[in-house]
């Protein structure tokens, strides 16, 4: 089945303490990116990938970095979390250049900075 | 830049009855339009898009969305709402160039009442 897979799914932490949400796909995508989404203000992107090695940053995204070493597999990562960067988190993939397809969405990590 | 707005945060409405949810667009290029929707605890999945020819798109559960090109709308409609339909729904916007950038409203809740 094609999906794209986020962990975990929820997570309380505090501030200050390094975290990693993972996400995967199957679909060999090119491209992938990373959202947050918050009440009243839709999804913003926070980084994209075209391709392995190759990341940008997206609308928002201080506070976060990101890494993409294989294909399948788009990391996020908060160095140093604060409480503004409590938010629902969603990974996407699309198959890539010039595609007219629509992206592909995990099933979200919820994160809770205290 | 595209920009996405969608005037309404939440619509009530009655089982059975038709539903209009807005969405409306600026873009100074040519763009593919989509809505997704997102159940309570889930991911997005996508609900239609427009790419190109038929400015009327339907989905398979009954809905259907119009591209207004003079109007730069894509609203979404059905006839006749169930309970399964509540939901959060987003518009989306991508321009047709070599940029993947998905740009998102803010949300329009559906809350169908018995």
């Known amino acids: 089945e094609a999906q794209v897979t986020q962990n975990p799914r929820y997570l309380i932490t505090v501030t200050g303490k390094k975290l990693t949400v993972t996400c995967s796909q199957n679909m060999n995508h090119e491209y992938m990116s990373w959202y947050r989404q918050d009440p009243g203000l839709g999804l913003r992107q926070i980084y994209y990938?075209?391709?392995?090695?190759?990341?940008d940053k997206g609308d928002v995204p201080e506070g976060y970095k990101v890494s993409r070493k294989e294909k399948r597999n788009f990391p996020l990562i908060l160095e140093s979390p604060s409480p503004n960067q409590t938010s629902l988190y969603f990974c996407?993939?699309?198959?890539?250049?010039?595609?007219?397809?629509?992206?592909?969405f995990g099933d979200g990590t919820r994160l809770s900075i205290l | 830049a595209q920009s996405v707005t969608q005037l309404d945060s939440q619509v009530p409405v009655f089982e059975e009855a038709p539903v209009e949810l807005r969405c409306n667009y600026s873009?100074?290029?040519?763009?593919?339009l989509f809505w997704y929707v997102q159940y309570p605890n889930q991911g997005l999945q996508l609900l239609l898009k427009y790419l190109s020819g038929s400015t009327l798109v339907e989905s398979i559960n009954g809905f259907e969305a119009e591209f207004n090109k003079s109007q730069t709308s894509f609203h979404l409609r059905k006839p006749s709402v169930h309970i399964s339909d509540t939901a959060e729904y987003f518009c989306a916007v991508r321009a047709y160039d070599s940029s993947y950038k998905l740009i998102f409203g803010s949300g329009t809740r559906l809350l169908v009442r018995p």
């Open positions: 990938s075209m391709n392995v090695e190759v990341t």
């Open positions: 996407a993939s699309m198959v890539g250049i010039n595609s007219n397809q629509p992206q592909h």
């Open positions: 873009s100074s290029v040519s763009v593919y």
